[in-house]
């Protein structure tokens, strides 16, 4: 019989186990999030003698080609690497034009603004260009121990670059130093102002994506609902904005788990009923089943 320790994740379908063949269905997850196809088997790779000798006795090949995951990390899914860049640098112009708007920048703190902005799209497409050359043409068996351990490696160190590629948490951001830096002490105040705002929004987002499913989960009523999303906006998570929004599936919900996991359980089982309380415990082992898992993916950051 395998042995393992059984999990939630956000498939939202199954319970995956840690241990034994249970790495598979953690993969498949994370292809999905990435937007890629699933594991790719004989019709995708030269299938060698001892990708044979396991299909003879009865262990399915579970191959990932890294070309392709990285191709949607990075690229999302286009192959062009001169069009991601450019997003990428879009992106970051989009982020001084913003300041510009409610700072009201000077032509010299607008130009430093954007020299910083293309110094880190260049940092940090080299660091792509690391993971691109390191994993190049690599397939990965999930059947493997020592492929396992280098699917490990790959999705820590893509990760972490994807992460600094999409969104906030990038602490060598020299676009942020230079924004702190050259603003005076008013501008500096509103946009610290206008961040703090657009947080709020931002996790306002999330929580209210996420209570839609807890009210189709246990039934909430109009006052338990304001006074749940009351708790979870006293406590908002730091997220990575370009990570959550960017996934082609719906992770708010679960991040919103997450969050209810955090909270004071006293509190939240006096605002529901005994009927609802049980449903309300399988949300937050859900949340705190995904903890890991989304620190992980550097979807939220603490």
Known sequence: MMQGTASIKPSGLAVYWRGGAGITRLVMLSLF???????????DTVVDATTRQKVGQGMQPQQIALDQQMNSMFFQGMGNPKLARQKFIDRLLLQ???????CGLTDQQRLKCETAARLDVARIMDDVDVVLRRYAGRTIDLNSPADQAEWNRFHRDATAVQAKQNGEGDATSLLERVITGVLDDTQRSVWERES?????YQWQSVVETGLTQLDLALGLTAEQHDAIMGMLMEQPLRMNGGMVWGQQSHIEPYICKYA???????????????????MLGDCIREGQATADWLKQRKLILE
Request: glycine letters at 4%; one cysteine or more.
């Open 96 to 102: 001084v034009s913003a300041v510009d708007d409610v």
């Open 260 to 278: 209810l996991s955090r909270l004071d359980r006293s509190r939240l089982d006096a605002l529901v009923s005994k009927r609802q309380r049980k």
């Open 196 to 200: 703090e705002l657009r947080r709020q």
């Open 33 to 43: 999030l990435c937007g890629c196809p699933p594991l790719h088997g004989e019709d």
